[in-house]
């Protein structure tokens, strides 16, 4: 995804600029979640088209304190407390019923982008039609690994023989991280207060959260600020299977694949 920016203007609204098809996704995820639930999420004001291929967003202004920045000094009821609002957030997303006969796309059923699938270099994919689908282009994205060494074939498809096919596809916000949360502290309580960044939300498979969650923590085994192992077990928890085999397919890409371009 291209790289956005987002400035403040006057005390209740921010303005995040982008490419104009990623803010327009993205405008559109945060009012499909603000009309069908009740997430703390940003008002959008107004989404236009700048010109040029540049968008932007005027939301309502996140208050609080970014979690980033406050996690190490929370008690670890606190950080509990907010891992499971958090968690209920994305049990809200998942009641939702998908509109788009359970198509993979972008909350308004388009082509989308994920950092964790492909490095598209700013271009978007999909939609898909179905997770098998999803799953199929996801092995071509592995082609150049096997032309350098062809025994990968063999490897990818015993990994794609493991491969669900079959999860139920749910609205997903799909950046999961302390960047993204703002909570409110009370004394002994600690509140999310926003959940932002929507750019990557849309029809996923019901173990995809859990996936870049995973993707973007840091270790589960990380003791000095236990993000990942508090939130796999209270936010992400499960898919150990679909974890491992996405760790597989990191052991051959070493990074996130290159989208190829006949492949936008």
């Known amino acids: 995804m291209a790289k956005s920016e987002g400035t403040a203007e006057g005390n209740r609204s921010f303005v995040k600029k ?3 098809r990623e803010m327009t996704m993205e405008a559109a995820a945060m009012r499909f979640v603000a009309e069908n639930t009740s997430i703390p999420c940003p008002k959008v004001f ?17 208050e609080g304190e970014l979690l980033a920045k ?28 998908h509109p788009f006969s359970g198509r993979i ?36 994205l592995y082609s150049p690994f096997v032309q350098r060494h062809p025994p990968t074939a063999e490897t990818l498809a015993a990994i794609r023989c493991r491969m669900r096919d ?13 960047k993204n949360i703002f909570v409110r502290r009370d004394g002994e309580h600690a509140t999310v207060s926003a959940l932002i960044d929507w750019g990557q939300s849309g029809w996923r498979p019901l173990h995809w959260e859990t996936m870049k969650f995973l993707f973007l923590a840091p270790s589960v085994n990380d ?27 990191m052991s051959i890409s070493g990074v996130v694949p290159s989208c190829p371009k006949d492949e936008e």
């Open 166 to 178: 079959d999860h139920p596809i749910v609205f997903t916000h799909g950046d999961i991280h302390r």
């Open 70 to 97: 406050v996690w190490r000094h929370l008690t670890q009821d606190q950080k509990i407390s907010v891992a499971r609002q958090i968690s209920k957030f994305l049990d809200e997303l998942r009641s939702i019923q």
């Open 46 to 62: 107004d989404c236009c088209d700048l010109g040029d291929g540049t968008g932007s967003i005027t939301m309502e202004y996140a």
């Open 105 to 140: 796309c972008s909350a308004d059923d388009g082509p989308f982008y994920d950092e964790m699938l492909c490095w598209a270099d700013g271009r978007l994919f999909g939609p898909f039609a179905t997770e098998a689908e999803l799953n199929d282009w996801r092995m071509r």
């Open 18 to 20: 982008g490419p104009v």
């Open 223 to 249: 003791a000095k600020y236990d993000w990942g192992r508090v939130g796999w077990e209270h936010i992400c928890p499960g898919f150990k299977v679909e974890a491992s085999i996405e760790g597989e397919l």
